[in-house]
């Protein structure tokens, strides 16, 4: 069994800063994964919000955090990290860790919450006006 288990949400107010952090353990090669964070509000499907390649080499956002955001890994503590700045409300959500095994040498960032392999339970990141 593989298990992702996120920390680090909270309150905060606009403009403020938070760092997620999701540590992988079980049966998982961690530097074999391919790394995501994912938000969901109710009502709303998953949606994809930063994921790094393997190595750490290759990242990418969604426009809405793209210079906010930064995420970031440690392969050696099984370990992915969502830094967070200048928090908006719209931010708010629950926070998702993702992780998908990777197939061959080559593959893409993983942006698709159908391609996951392994889910964290969340953390909820409330960010008020």
């Known amino acids: 069994q593989v298990q992702l288990v996120e920390s680090g949400g909270g309150f905060v107010q ?6 997620l952090s999701c540590t992988a353990s079980g ?20 949606e994809f919000v930063a ?3 393997t190595g750490g080499r290759s990242t990418d ?3 809405s955090v793209k ?9 050696a503590k099984n370990t992915v990290n969502l830094q967070m700045t ?20 080559i593959m893409p960032l993983l942006k698709s919450a159908s391609d996951v392999d392994y889910w964290g339970q969340g953390t909820q990141v409330t960010v008020s006006s």
């Open 51 to 53: 994921t790094i390649g």
């Open 27 to 46: 049966r998982i090669f961690f530097s074999s994964n391919i790394m995501s964070w994912f938000r969901q509000v109710p009502g709303k499907e998953r």
């Open 67 to 75: 210079g906010r955001f930064t995420i970031s890994r440690d392969d």
């Open 86 to 105: 200048s928090l908006q409300p719209e931010d708010s959500a629950v926070y998702y860790c993702a992780a998908q095994k990777a197939r061959s040498i």
């Open 61 to 63: 956002y969604v426009d």
């Open 14 to 19: 606009a403009g403020e800063s938070l760092r």
